[in-house]
Every structure is written in C-alpha cells, then in structure tokens.
C-alpha cells in the first residue's frame, strides 16, 4: 500500500472517530434535553388543562371536558389523558397507542427516552378539590427530532468530509511530491543516471533528505566515471601506440582478423605499410626525441588524411612502421587514396628537407600497398603489403610499390550482380532466418537468440550471408527495406514463441525516419513480439550518431522493445553512454574472446567490464566462443552470457 494511501486512511479513520465522538456527545446532549422538555411539557400541559377544565368539572358537564381533551391529544405529543374523580372514579381516559413513523426501530431501541407523566389537580374557585388531571407524554415526536438532527448531521458530515477528502488528497500528494522525485532519483542512479534535484523541498526533515540523495548521486557518479575512465585508460594502454596515440599492433590485428572473420564475403578493401627508412639512425644522431616528433607528424598526417574514412584501420605496428586498412572500397579508389596519402606524409619538412632536422641523414618514405576485391585472409593482406615494401629494401628513393602478384579469387561472388540481386531478394523475399542461442553463465541456460539472415542463389546454387550481401544492400539504399523484411518475416515464424530475440539493424536504418516510423507502427500492433526483440547495434554507431541511437532507443521502450551494443570493446568511445543510455545488454567483441587463455591483457579487460557491468546491473555477454578453455575461462571471468559455435550451431528458423 502506498504511502499516499496510508496517510489517507489514518486522517479518515481520525475524522470519522472524532465523528462518532461528536455524534456520541451531541446525542447525549439532545436526549438530556428532550427530556427535560419532554417532562416540563407534560406537567405544563396538566396544568393548564385542569384550569380548563374547572368549570366543566363542577358542573359535570362530561362532553364538554372530552372535547377539551380531544383538542388537546390531537397534537401527537402525548399517548394518553385521563381524569379521575375525587372518589379515585375513573370518569375520562383518552388513549391514542404508541406510533413512530420515519424511524428506524433500532434507533429507538438504542436512544430508550423514558415516558413522563404531568398531573394537576382540578378545583373550584373556591379551592375545592374535584378530581386529579393526568397527562402521559407521547415520545414520538421526541425521537423523530432526534432520527432528524442525526440524519442532517450525517449529510453534513459527509458533505465536508468529502471536500475535506479532496482537500487532503491534494495536500499530502503536494507534501509528497519530493518523496516522488527522491524515487524517481533512486531509480535513476540504479540505470546510473546519476542526475540531481534542484528543487530543494521548504520541510526540514524532506530537504536534509534530498541533500544527501544528491550527495550520494554526486559521490556515486564521480565513482562510476572513475571507473569508466579506468577501464578506458587500461583499453588505451593495451590496444593503443602511447607515442602516436594510434592502435598498436595487437589492436590492428584483432579490428583486421574480426573483420574478416565477421565481415568476408563480397567485401573489397585495401592495406598499406608504411615505413620510415633511416630511423635508427635518425635516433642515433640526433636522439630519440627528434625521432619520436617524426614518427608523431607521420601519425597526425595519416589520421588527418584519412578522417574522412570512418571505416579506415590506422596503427603503428612496430618502430618504423605504419599500417593502414580500408574496407567497401573501389579499386580504383583505393589507387587514389594511397598515392594521396603518400604525398600527404611526404610533405612533411623530414622528407622534403631534410638537412633542417638532420644534417647528413635523409630520411625516406616508402610503402607496401596491396588490393583485394574479396577479402577473406588478414595475414595474407599483411604478408603481401609487406612484400611489396620488402622489394624496396636496397632502394635508396623514397617511392610506394603494389603487390605485383595478387591472386585472382575463386569465390563466385565477384561475379554477380550485387545491386540487381539485392534489389530482387528484397523483391521476392528470398531471405532464409537463421538463429544461435545464446546461454547463460554458468548454468548454461538459453537467454535469447541472435537473428542471422541469408539470401539463396539459385543460379549459383549458393547462399550467402547477410554480412556478406550488406554492403551491396547499402549502397543500393536497401538498408531500411531488409530490416523491415527480417522483422516481418521474424514476426511470422516466432508465432507461439516466447524466447527473446536479437536482431541486428543497419545504419541506415537507424538515421531513416521512415524506417522509425514503420518501426512504431509495427511495434505498436504487435506489443508481444516488441516485448521480446532487442535491437543490436555495433559500438562504432554511437560515435557516429549518437543522437539517433537515444532517439531509436526511446522509440523501442516505448512499445517494450530494447536496445543492446554489439561488437563491444573496440569502439573509440570512453563508455560515458553507459552512464545515460538504458541497454539489455552488452555484447563483448569476439577478438578479446579468441584464444583468451593466452591473452593476459584481454582477461584482466572483460574481469573489469564485468565489475563494471555488474554496477550498472548490465548482462555482459561474450560472443566467438569457440572452445571449451575458451568456455571455463569466462565463466571464471564472470560474463552473465556467452554465443559461439562450441555451445551452439546455427539453426534454420522454419
């Protein structure tokens, strides 16, 4: 019960005991009175009667005494008069019986008034004494005004009782309202939104309580971001070069193999190496720290010159080395790009003149550039940029060289035609549904299941993935029309299914207004399947758009929907959506799963992610799980929940 209520119900049982009290008093004080009127009337009334009756009695006119009786009984105050001679003879009785209308028996049972009698006695005017007047109250009259007053008292007291009832009402949900918005704070520091009241109530006891709320939310939150901070530096110090602030090598080829693990199929992409040439020499004259400000300038030249390019991998591999990978672009792209870069960097005074910084050293610049139109082997790409910058090892010149041996891929998907083929999938709704459960740890219990898609090719007799085909279906602006086909199609087959559910959405999705608002109308008619799906959205979106993230998120809660972060742990962001942003869940990148027994510095990342989840009461959930070491070791790390090949298969959504 709430508190509201409770305040309610006390100051109403308080009104109506005072109530009862005063109906109780008022009562008492009414009955005293009725009968004192009662018994002073009926010794008035015998009185005055026997003065009447002095001359009727003398002269024993016995009709004229009962019309004066008669007169008299007609006004229903008394129940019977009678008059007795001086012989004690019985010579006039009038009687009329006992009759209460309009009240209620028990009210009679429980007031009892007691019946009074007035006697007086009739004589001459000469004082002789001619018989005894006898009048007996009737209290009918007595109790219908008591039954009345009661009655007018109770429509009174229910009258004000009523307004009283509103008056309270609005009163204690005033006095309540800052408990209301010390629950509203509560709640909010448990989703670590850690916001503060401004409103500091006028009551004494309320404003003390409200200051240490937002002390504690203050506290709290400094402590939150601490953490986050912590997390983010150890993220920083592990996957990232701390002289150029670039990824280092363990970081390029994670974000590189996931890519190709998660990403193969029809995706195109380019890798460079570059390397300075004379650098250790360059130490040697001139120390390390005019070494250190020429590997920074390379490092700030790249980034700058490829900050157009959100998809683009920068790192320094080692010394002297640069690495550079992009993804979904043409090879004639491509071309353009790496020879712009490599002027960008050479431009740099080291190169163009290089007695201002070393006197008798010359610095030079070359690259290693290779070009694959299927990209589906990460170390390949590595081995064959490095070739190519290794066949310019004995020269002297600063120049870029092509891998000159690229093997032509045997995979059929170069020769299809990607925009008519997605343009007719879409169409035709040839799409196969896959699922993989995901299990919890350590009792390995099915939490939800992630939605993976697939087109047939019925020419090639082939099917391909929807990560492989997604590319094409965003550069056809088909993005938006597949989303709305995989939900429709989910929605269909999950018919009688009470299992949660993961899909993924598209970017493109997520920045279409139309693509929101048929989401809320689909959600809207269909609030058991919303009350199950969560939305997948990978960690680089939120860089990208944020404010259409907390946008497409209000959207999903308000039909019952989620929102989750998927490929968690190699996004550029320091996690402060964490403290803001209502999520399910949490996905962990499979590069900081793979092979986790050997990697120290992973290990001691998801045990923080963890804690940290863990505070803001976040299902951390590692995907990629491939092995059973891989298994034990995660649940010793304490992820609420774990997807991959060793604790499930793909299964074909029928």
């Not at 005293?32 to 009185?47: I, N, S, W």
């Not at 490599?342 to 201002?356: E, G, K, R, T």
């Not at 035709?428 to 939605?451: C, D, H």
């Not at 086909?485 to 299914?497: D, S, T």
Request: hydrophobic residues 45%; aromatic residues 8%; contains cysteine.
């Amino acid at each position: 019960m709430t508190l509201f209520r409770q305040f309610l119900i006390v100051l109403l049982i308080a009104v109506a005991l005072l109530y009862l009290g005063n109906i109780a008093v008022a009562a008492h004080n009414n009955k005293t009175l009725v009968e004192k009127q009662m018994r002073t009337h009926a010794e008035d009334t015998a009185t005055s009667i026997a003065l009447s009756m002095t001359q009727a009695a003398s002269n024993e006119d016995i009709a004229t005494l009962e019309t004066i009786l008669n007169a008299v009984s007609d006004n229903g105050f008394y129940q019977r008069i009678y008059f007795r001679g001086i012989d004690k003879k019985l010579l006039i009785d009038r009687y009329f019986p006992l009759r209460v209308e309009s009240v209620p028996p028990w009210f009679i049972r429980v007031v009892q008034l007691p019946v009074y009698e007035g006697s007086a006695e009739v004589t001459t005017d000469l004082f002789q004494r001619l018989g005894t007047l006898v009048v007996v109250s009737h209290p009918g009259q007595a109790y219908l005004n008591l039954w009345t007053v009661l009655v007018e008292q109770l429509i009174w007291f229910s009258l004000v009782a009523i307004i009283t009832y509103v008056l309270i009402s609005l009163a204690i949900r005033r006095l309540l309202i800052p408990l209301k918005r010390l629950e509203n704070q509560a709640n909010a520091i448990c989703r670590q939104d850690f916001v503060q009241q401004q409103n500091i109530p006028r009551t004494r006891e309320l404003a003390t309580l409200v200051k240490a709320m937002n002390r504690m939310s203050l506290q709290v939150s400094q402590l939150f971001q601490r953490q986050l901070d912590l997390i983010s530096e150890l993220r920083q110090k592990t996957r990232r070069d701390e002289l150029t602030g670039l990824g280092n090598r363990s970081d390029f080829d994670a974000r590189l193999n996931a890519f190709v693990d998660v990403e193969s199929g029809s995706h195109c992409g380019v890798l460079m190496i570059l390397a300075v040439r004379h650098l250790g020499q360059l130490n040697q004259h001139s120390g390390r720290t005019e070494g250190n400000n020429l590997l920074k300038s390379v490092a700030s030249c790249l980034s700058t010159s490829l900050q157009h390019y959100e998809q683009a991998l920068i790192a320094r591999r080692q010394g002297c080395e640069f690495a550079i990978f992009i993804s979904d672009i043409e090879r004639i792209d491509a071309l353009s790009i790496a020879q712009s870069l490599f002027a960008d960097v050479q431009q740099l005074s080291w190169f163009q003149d290089p007695q201002q910084h070393l006197p008798s050293i010359s610095p030079i610049l070359q690259m290693g550039y290779t070009y694959s139109d299927c990209v589906s082997n990460g170390p390949l790409l590595l081995r064959e940029a490095d070739m190519a910058l290794g066949s310019m090892a004995d020269n002297a010149s600063s120049q870029w060289q092509q891998f000159s041996h690229i093997e032509s891929p045997t995979s059929s998907v170069l020769n299809i035609d990607w925009p008519r083929f997605v343009s007719e999938a879409i169409s035709k709704k040839k799409i196969l549904l896959n699922i993989q459960a995901v299990y919890s740890v350590p009792e390995r219990n099915i939490l939800s299941y992630e939605v993976f898609s697939s087109f047939p090719d019925e020419n090639q007799g082939s099917v391909f993935s929807a990560r492989t085909v997604l590319p094409a279906l965003e550069r056809a602006g088909l993005g938006p029309e597949f989303d709305q086909l995989v939900l429709g199609e989910l929605l269909h087959k999950w018919q009688g299914r009470n299992e949660p559910l993961n899909v993924n959405i598209s970017l493109s999705s997520l920045k279409s207004a139309s693509f929101r608002h048929w989401l809320a109308k689909f959600l809207a008619q269909n609030r058991d399947f919303a009350s199950l799906l969560s939305c997948e959205l990978p960690e680089r979106v939120l860089h990208l758009a944020e404010h259409e993230v907390r946008r497409f998120e209000a959207l999903l809660s308000q039909y019952g929907a989620g929102l989750a972060i998927d490929g968690f742990g190699l996004g550029s962001s320091k996690f402060a959506y964490l403290g803001s942003l209502p999520l399910r869940y949490l996905k962990v990148h499979r590069s900081f799963t793979r092979d986790i027994d050997g990697e120290q510095d992973n290990q001691f990342y998801i045990r923080s992610l963890v804690q940290l989840a863990s505070i803001r009461s976040l299902p951390l959930i590692a995907e990629g799980v491939e092995s059973e070491t891989e298994w034990q070791l995660l649940m010793e790390l304490g992820v609420s929940g774990a997807q991959g090949y060793y604790l499930a298969e793909l299964e074909t959504l029928e």
